[in-house]
């Protein structure tokens, strides 16, 4: 089972990114999705999930508004589209399948994880 990340990148602050998130060797359309970030010295923390059939989403709080989680259950993926991005959002992002259909902010409910893709917001 594989979660492979995309889309990272470096941007100006107040532009935008959209990851991507695939996942192989097993579907995960009765699973929630969601994403991690983690800076640098900081811990991994909660960005936004979404339940297996996007009918619930949550989001944190410095990202609501800004971000968008979605997925498309036929590919087998998972996105986050992340506009008005600032220097803070730096980060390595991670996505993650969740051990039940329902989104959770908390990383523990997720089984499986991506590697990660690097974010870089310049002021």
């Known amino acids: 089972v594989q979660l492979q990340a995309s889309g990272g990148g470096l941007v100006q602050a107040g532009g935008s990114l959209r990851l991507s998130c695939t996942a192989s060797?097993?579907?995960?359309?009765?699973?929630?999705m969601g994403w991690f970030r983690q800076a640098p010295g900081k811990e991994r923390e909660f960005v936004a999930a979404?339940?297996?059939?996007?009918?619930?989403?949550y989001y944190a709080d410095s990202v609501k508004g800004r971000f968008t989680i979605s997925r498309d259950n036929a590919k087998n993926t998972v996105y986050l589209q992340m506009n008005s991005l600032k220097p803070e959002d730096t980060a390595v992002y991670y996505c993650?399948?969740?051990?039940?259909?329902?989104?959770?902010?908390?990383?523990?409910?997720?089984?499986?994880w991506g590697q990660g893709t690097q974010v870089t917001v310049s002021s």
């Open positions: 993650a399948a969740g051990r039940s259909s329902a989104a959770s902010a908390d990383q523990y409910q997720y089984r499986y």
């Open positions: 060797g097993r579907t995960f359309s009765n699973n929630a």
């Open positions: 979404i339940s297996w059939n996007g009918g619930m989403t």
